[in-house]
């Protein structure tokens, strides 16, 4: 299988220095444990994205582009000439304008399928097919088998990162060649005003605008919850069980019981 | 700035009363005509209307919101009122997540901001696959149906929900920032060529705010067309009940989805961590029996949690600790055995949709807190639960 991972310049979260950012180190260490993969990056400099040969990779293809171009016709044209059967990439940027679109242009410009947010990847059974695990809320999974070609981005849950080694960054290669010229990426189609980034209280739950002291006392406690509440005195073990567990399948945590069972 | 000038002999002859044997004075009486001096204040009466009524021992409510709220919730129960909004403006429309037809905390939110967006005279229209309950309640003039597909197919969907936006063309369509939310924005705004304004942090009718650039930036813009919110930004509408009534669109192309198979596969309890779990069971210092407790939690399929007794004396891992020192819980529902329900305690369970709890206190915190309570000894209930689990499999 051939496999080319999309490979940015993005800014450290902390010191902002350039460096390759850790959700598409992941996507490295998943190509890799997958088939043959080289990397792709399209900008100024290849500096910050050969970090991934450190991490493992052989060849890196630099697209040089100018300071402030679009990168994403470079990218595609590259894509469109190597024909890989995936392609990987981080499923948010870092440092940038972090909207996570870019994969979405280069699916789209390429005619593949883009799977989001997967926390691991294996061969399909068919051939020309993977099968890929996707990170929902709340520590649940979602399996899919999807035909390639395809592009896939990584979720954060993905294996960490495989280790660093500076003679294995040195063996690897980078060749730089010359990217289609894109024009000048669009500044941003919507007009934004930009200031320094300031946290927000988040809001919370279940607190009410209105209502007397004590009722806003009880809503921030959580006490609001159980109004008209359902309480069983002293009922007989069988009994308690039984209202718990229909409670439970009402509210949805618990899976239904077998289908026949009331007739049973 | 210089202040106006008064002439106290003019103010004087404005407060003369006309009398016949000598010159009179009504210099209070000015005040309460909106002459100058400041309004004159009671503070007797004042305080007597702070007063919260219905309580046994006197009380004041010195933010004064009680009477209002008192007065509110009493009409809206006399009145069952649906909001109509016969011919909107323009449409706001909410693309809900709702997993298995169920509405989240982010879900409701949403319809929040979207009613902060529409104001008087636009409406909301909820665009959702299958049958939901209750979109009116939240905040929905409209319900328009998306054809729903079998099995996961975003590129099905996204198809779709471009051919709603087409028909409907609404003002704006928001998303749920999450991961399925997510994904079908974008693959929206790349099929309908609209830019997005993906994870609004701070939302108002006129304004819209994100983070850039890791978190150094606040990019702020009027509300774009496509939107994706994040958790915990707007609160969900609290108003009186909308109509909720169905619109018609237009039947979508369903091309062949990409994707061949899908699968859901539910969180394995025993990895999951307590924070991120949907369903924890806990045990305190009331479950001697810690056996039971664990074959319980392994039946129910549930992560189980524990009171900083238990795992103070040893009997449950540190990790599972449930409270202010322990994890904070997101989960959709949370069991209670035998847990008293202490401050500290109840402070994790706070962001919890769902409490049950089992305690031989009637008069316990935790009883109070539940929405399903149940007095009766946790040593005789976990037994008949796995009993009854047990019996249901086997049928
Ligand atoms: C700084 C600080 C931080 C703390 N942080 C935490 C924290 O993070 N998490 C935490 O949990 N606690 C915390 N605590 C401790 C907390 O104050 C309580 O002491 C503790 O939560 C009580 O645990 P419990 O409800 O299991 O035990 P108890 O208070 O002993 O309550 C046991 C309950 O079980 C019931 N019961 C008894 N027998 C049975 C039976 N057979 N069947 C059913 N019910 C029965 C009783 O009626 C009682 O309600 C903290 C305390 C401090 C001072």
Redesign the pocket.
């Known amino acids: 299988m051939k496999i080319v991972v999309l490979l940015s310049a993005g800014a450290h979260p902390v010191s902002s220095a350039p460096v390759l950012p850790r959700l598409e180190a992941q996507a490295l260490r998943l190509a890799l444990a997958l088939g043959e993969t080289t990397g792709l990056h399209a900008g100024p400099s290849a500096a910050p994205a050969a970090d991934a040969l450190g991490h493992g990779l052989g060849l890196l293809t630099h697209l040089a582009t100018r300071e402030g171009d679009d990168p994403i016709p470079a990218l595609v044209a590259a894509l469109k000439a190597e024909t890989p059967d995936l392609v990987l990439a981080g499923r948010r940027g870092q440092g940038g304008e972090e909207t996570g679109l870019a994969p979405y242009a280069v699916a789209a410009a390429l005619g593949v399928t883009i799977v989001a947010d997967a926390v691991a990847l294996a061969p399909g059974a068919a051939p020309g097919s993977l099968v890929v695990e996707q990170a929902l809320p709340k520590g649940a999974r979602r399996r899919l088998v999807v035909r390639l070609p395809a592009l896939v981005t990584v979720h954060p849950g993905a294996p960490a990162p495989g280790a660093y080694a500076y003679g294995v960054a040195r063996r690897g290669r980078v060749d730089t060649i010359w990217g289609v010229a894109g024009s000048a990426a669009e500044p941003n189609p919507i007009a934004v005003e930009e200031r320094p980034y300031r946290p927000r209280p988040k809001l919370m739950r279940s607190a009410p605008g209105t209502g007397s002291a004590a009722e806003r006392l009880a809503a921030a406690t959580g006490g609001m919850a159980s109004s008209g509440a359902n309480v069983l005195v002293q009922p007989t073990p069988d009994e308690a069980a039984r209202a718990i567990l229909e409670h439970l399948r009402r509210i949805g945590v618990l899976a239904p019981a077998v289908a026949n069972k009331p007739a049973a | 700035m210089t202040r106006v000038r008064r002439d106290p002999r003019a103010d004087r002859r404005a407060a003369q009363i006309a009398s016949l044997d000598r010159p009179r004075f009504d210099l209070a009486g000015r005040a309460a005509d909106g002459g100058p001096g400041r309004p004159r204040r009671n503070p007797r009466t004042e305080f007597a209307a702070l007063r919260v009524t219905g309580a046994a021992r006197p009380r004041f409510d010195r933010q004064h919101r009680g009477e209002g709220a008192v007065a509110q919730v009493v009409s809206a129960a006399s009145t069952p009122n649906v909001i109509v909004v016969d011919a909107p403006a323009f449409l706001v429309a909410v693309v809900p997540d709702a997993p298995g037809g169920r509405l989240t905390q982010h879900d409701r939110q949403l319809f929040g901001a979207a009613r902060t967006l529409a104001g008087a005279h636009g409406a909301v229209a909820a665009l959702v696959a299958g049958e939901i309950e209750g979109l009116g309640a939240i905040g929905a003039d409209r319900v328009a149906a998306l054809a729903s597909t079998q099995n996961y197919a975003p590129d099905v969907t996204a198809a779709a929900l471009a051919s709603a936006f087409a028909a409907l063309s609404p003002r704006h369509l928001l998303f749920p920032e999450t991961p399925d939310g997510g994904d079908l924005a974008r693959r929206l705004a790349l099929l309908t060529g609209e830019p997005l304004f993906p994870d609004v942090e701070q939302l108002s009718a006129t304004s819209v705010s994100r983070a850039a650039r890791g978190k150094r930036v606040a990019q702020r813009a009027a509300p774009a067309r496509l939107m994706t919110l994040g958790a915990d930004v707007v609160a969900p509408y609290s108003g009186p009940a909308r109509e909720g009534r169905s619109e018609p669109l237009p039947t979508a192309e369903v091309s062949a989805p990409a994707i061949t198979d899908a699968r859901r596969i539910p969180a394995d309890p025993a990895t999951t961590p307590l924070t991120v779990a949907d369903f924890v069971v806990s ?6 029996d810690i056996e039971a407790f664990r074959r319980l939690a392994e039946a129910l399929g549930a992560t189980p949690g ?6 103070d004396a040893g009997l449950m891992p540190r990790a599972s ?7 904070v819980l997101t989960a959709t529902c949370y069991l209670a ?9 109840l ?2 369970v706070a962001g919890c949709e769902h409490v049950v709890a ?4 009637l008069h ?3 009883i109070e807190r539940a929405g399903l309570a149940i007095v ?6 976990m037994p008949a639960l796995i009993a009854a689990l047990e019996s249901e499999r086997a049928s």
């Not at chain 2, 009766?376 to 209930?381: G, K, N, P, S, T």
Request: charge should be negative.
């Open positions: 045990a305190g210092n009331g479950v001697t524990a009171s900083r007794v238990l795992c600790q449930v409270g202010a020192s322990g994890s055995l035998g847990v008293a329900g202490a401050p500290q305690h402070q994790g089992v305690n031989t206190d316990a915190a935790m009766q000894d946790a040593q005789l209930v």
